[in-house]
Nanobody
Framework: QVQLVESGGGSVQAGGSLRLSCAYA????????MGWFRQAPGKEREGVAS??????TYADSVKGRFTISKDNAINTLYLQMNSLKPEDTAMYYC?????????????????WGQGTQVTVSS
């Protein structure tokens, strides 16, 4: 059974930084696609960053500010968020899928965490 548990959200002023963590368990293969998504009130869920064995991708809105990384030794996915803006305010979700990210992005990731709230004030 795959389990994803996010942590690290909180409130920060614009220009600040946060690091989100996603502790995962039950992944059969270490090369699962893993990604971060976010959803702001009244808006659709959007992909923020994703990573698999062959590629790492970022949404245009976060390129140069956010970094996704993974530590298989401790089964944790990270999202380092720098230069935060009020428009980054959202619930952030960790997700995983056994397919390559290029395929998973076309449908819906198979496994999701419960989310962690990020609030950026101006």
């Amino acid at each position: 059974q795959v389990q994803l548990v996010e942590s690290g959200g909180g409130s920060v002023q614009a220009g600040g930084s946060l690091r989100l963590s996603c502790a995962y368990a039950g992944l059969t293969y270490l090369d699962y696609c893993m990604g971060w998504f976010r959803q702001a009130p009244g808006k659709e869920r959007e992909g923020v960053a994703s990573k698999d064995i062959s590629s790492t991708t970022y949404a245009d809105s976060v390129k140069g500010r956010f970094t996704i990384s993974k530590d298989n030794a401790i089964n944790t996915l990270y999202l380092q968020m720098n230069s935060l803006k009020p428009e980054d305010t959202a619930m952030y979700y960790c997700a995983s899928d056994p397919r390559p990210c290029s395929m998973a992005a076309r449908t819906r990731y198979g496994y999701w965490g419960q989310g962690t709230q990020v609030t950026v004030s101006s």
